[in-house]
């Protein structure tokens, strides 16, 4: 029986073997990675992509009191550098919005629809991304308010623009993917009702001034007879 030497040849295939799959699996762990990450970039490109409108608003006086009149000026700014916004509609609730008996009170809210023609915000470099609306309202002669402003309901992103419990709320309804909603509160300041007390003098100065007329009437009428009966004589 002789001795066999067995060679490393088949030790030598084995070994290159293992190298070649850890190396593909790394190959397809890498692709893997760098799938996700593109997922996660595109969605970030897709949010940025439609940038939401800025919405200031501001009513024509410091203060109002019940009846008074007005407008609420709500102005639309778009901040982003490179995309444009299109608004599709605004809705106003102001503070005295309430829904009763199955209806809103006249002057509660404004609705308007700005379709077909939609107006643009063009991006903050262009010198065309600020809009205007102004809305008019007469204040109810039961609204008290406050001088700090009344307070509000207003989601900042409203899954619609309609509900009954919105007040003291501005809803814009912009372009996206899909069509999306912003709020923003708008408050209205009411006056406090002021008194001024009445004082004495004030109160008796008109009173004295007629006495004293009277008075004077009744020595001049003394006079005046006096004077008649001396000629007489």
């Known amino acids: 029986m002789s001795d066999r030497v067995f060679r490393t040849s088949v030790t030598s295939n084995i070994i290159p073997t293992l190298y070649e799959r850890v190396a593909t699996m790394n190959i397809r762990i890498g692709k893997r990675i760098i799938a996700a990450l593109l997922v996660v970039a595109i969605a970030a490109l897709g949010q940025s992509a439609h940038a939401q409108p800025n919405i200031s608003t501001q009513p024509d006086r410091a203060s109002y009191v019940p009846g008074d009149s007005g407008t609420l000026t709500v102005t639309l700014i778009n901040p982003e550098t490179s995309n444009t916004i299109e608004i599709r509609n605004i809705t106003v609730y102001f503070p005295w919005a309430q829904?009763?008996?199955?209806?809103?009170?006249?002057?509660?809210?404004?609705?308007?629809?700005?379709?077909?023609?939609?107006?643009?915000?063009?991006?903050?470099?262009?010198?065309?991304?600020?809009?205007?609306?102004?809305?008019?309202?007469?204040?109810?002669?039961?609204?008290?308010?406050?001088?700090?402003?009344?307070?509000?309901?207003?989601?900042?992103?409203?899954?619609?623009?309609?509900?009954t419990s919105y007040h003291g709320c501005v809803i814009i309804g912009y372009t996206a993917t899909p069509p999306q909603y912003v709020g923003q509160d708008a408050s209205i300041a009411m006056a406090l009702p002021t008194y001024t007390p009445t004082s004495i003098v004030s109160e008796w100065l008109p009173i004295a001034t007629l006495v004293v007329l009277v008075v004077a009437t009744l020595f001049l009428a003394m006079a005046w007879t006096s004077l008649r009966r001396m000629g007489k004589k």
Do not use: D
């Not at 991006?123 to 991304?129: F, H, K, L, M």
């Open 99 to 163: 829904y009763v008996n199955g209806a809103w009170p006249s002057g509660a809210n404004v609705s308007q629809n700005l379709a077909p023609n939609w107006p643009t915000l063009g991006s903050a470099q262009s010198g065309n991304n600020i809009k205007t609306f102004t809305f008019s309202f007469t204040i109810p002669s039961w609204f008290a308010g406050s001088i700090f402003g009344s307070g509000s309901v207003c989601p900042n992103h409203p899954a619609t623009r309609y509900s």
